[in-house]
């Protein structure tokens, strides 16, 4: 029997379906969605989610000149696949295959790159003006979830947006509550009734109508609306929405294709900021997804009867992530002021545990990365020791108040980074290249890079202890294996050690990047080339008389870190040198260029920007020359790269 979705390219094809063909074609997709989550990793539950609310919205609305902003983005796998890349959905977040998240370099129909959250409303309105401004009609859609929206910039975007009065749409995918049948269905009915154009048009007249009457009209208008809003209160939560100035519609079932359907048939013809709440079930489809939605928010590759990890994906030795949940759980038990504070990331950021353990004192304080800091600020101002737990690449969202609210009052918050450095699939949105650059710079601010997950347990404990802001990065993945002590050391604040004595070249290294050095000077040492190798271990304050009495004694130094070059470590290092009046040392800094890395497994584009192994020894054989070593080739040519790439099959 051949697919609906065999008959589809675009979205143009979805227009020509009837309603049954559509619910088949939802069916498909999800099928789809699975048999290449499988394979590849991705993001499954929120996608099986929103089958039917993309499918709707392409078959209502006229994409591309319609917008469709998808807020995060790691809910568009069903959007790629009805946009002309069902052919190329099956290298979904390989290297240089399709990205997990909206791109708008890879389709016209993806309208805004996105990747972290709460974004859409606030650009959704910004091209919704832009067409005032031109005078171009078109709806732009802002679909947004009931988690995005703890984000601070979304209800700033709210704010603006029913100030404005303009012709904006925002779906708020709410998959969180659940409605029953009779609430649902009568809802549903109602919304779909009040956005019909008759009841519209005659809502329109009474009013115009009502604001004639001399003296009394304005009054009877603000009692017909109190009733109204009496009567929407008893039926629907939208009262902080309309207080906003949008209509709000729903909450609609979101896999209930008629109603979406005529739903959005009825607000495509509305003027004005339109709010439709939509309740959805994360992994809708998938039993396992559905039972356990969080564990598939994001999963390696699995096997689909079990939806248990495959066993290529079982990590062993342990990740950095439960090194960190652990460790801080010890602590904790140790010391009662200690407080764990997330931002929507407990399982990510591996505090589950602790919140099972401490309940009292846990924070989830949902997608608010900036009010999770000064939060942070406010418990250590009383006494009490708060360790923040964020993505490296979501503290960006939080600089100022780092910088304004931590830092500038010299208050003892924790800051722990996760996903620093190339974090693989998730690519340029997720990648944690640029914490050394904005951090390092900031006073009073001490900055760590644990080389192992031995070294990073003393590493927390050690921040703990420290009477003064201080952030420890460390990367995605396992560990390098070694063995864990069963007691916790405070390090030296400031100090570096030195792995490996030699006196050709001084290799600097930190955190990810040191175990690729030792090796590679291992490698080096059997053609004649002898390299010491110096953990920094700190990247503020570095280990200056450490440092440079090496640098004098070589004269040739090496840098290496998994950061951007500008600003990073590197440049902490040249700095260093400038200020000791070291200016005949010969350095060279191997790091990430002025780019965005794209997606791709973790080796492979560690390989490409030659911060691996083989990368630092090509590195070290043109620094010293040809004439103390055999040609040693590097795998940072083009055609390393590409055996590097995993076999798709």
Known sequence: MSKVLDQIEFPIDVKKLDLEELGKLCGEIREEIISTVLKNGGHLASNLGVVELTVALHHVFE????????????????????TGRRDRFHTLRQYEGISGFPKRDESPYDAFDSGHSGTSISSALGMAEARRQRGEEGKVIAVIGDGSMTAGVAFEGLNQTGHVDQDLIVILNDNEMSISPNVGALSSYLNRLMTGQFVNRFREDIKAFLETLPGIGKSVLRFAKQAEESLKGLLIPGLLFEELGLKYI?????????????????????????????????????????????????VPPFVVETGEPRKDQIKNPPTY??????????????????????????????????????????????IAEQHAVTFAAGLALEGMKPVVAIYSTFLQRAYDQVLQDVCLQNLPVVFALDRGGIVGEDGPTHHGLFDFSYLRH?????????????????????????????????????????????????????????????????????????????????????????PAV?????????????????????????????????????????????????????????????????????????????IDENGILGAVQEMVGEEKSSPIRSNRDKASVRRAIPNPK
């Open 63 to 82: 994409l591309p000149h319609d917008k469709v902003i998808w807020d995060v983005g790691h809910q568009s796998y069903a959007h790629k696949i009805l």
């Open 250 to 298: 729903g909450p609609i079932d979101g896999h209930r294709l008629d109603y979406l359907i005529e739903t959005f048939q009825n607000i495509k013809k509305l003027r004005g900021p339109i709010l439709v709440h939509v309740i959805t079930k994360k992994g809708k489809g998938y039993p396992p997804a559905e039972m356990n939605p969080a564990r598939f928010h994001s």
């Open 321 to 366: 992530t439960e090194v960190f949940g652990d460790t801080l759980c010890q602590l904790a038990k140790e010391n009662r002021r200690l407080i764990a504070i997330t931002a929507a990331m407990q399982s990510g950021t591996g505090l589950e545990q602790f919140s099972k353990e401490f309940p009292d004192r846990f924070y989830d304080i949902g």
């Open 442 to 530: 900031i006073p009073n601010l001490v900055i760590m890079v644990p080389k192992d997950e031995d070294e990073f347990q003393h590493m927390i404990k050690t921040a703990v202890e420290c009477p003064l802001p201080v952030a420890f990065r460390y990367p995605r993945g396992k560990g390098e294996g070694v063995k864990r002590s069963d007691i916790l050391k405070s390090i030296d604040i400031g100090k570096g050690e030195v792995l490996r004595k030699g006196d050709d070249v001084l290799i600097l290294a930190i955190g990810s990047t040191v175990y690729p050095s030792l090796r590679a000077a291992e490698r080096l040492v059997q053609v004649g080339i002898n």
């Open 534 to 610: 110096i953990n920094s271990r700190f990247l503020k304050p570095l280990d200056g008389d450490l440092l440079c009495d090496w640098a004098k004694r070589i004269g040739k130094v090496l840098t290496v870190e998994e950061n951007v070059l500008l600003g990073g470590f590197g440049s902490a290092v040249l700095e260093l040198f400038q200020e000791r009046g070291l200016f005949s040392i010969r350095v060279k800094r191997l790091g990430i260029p002025d780019l965005f890395v794209e997606h791709g497994p973790q080796p492979l584009l560690r390989a490409k920007y030659g």
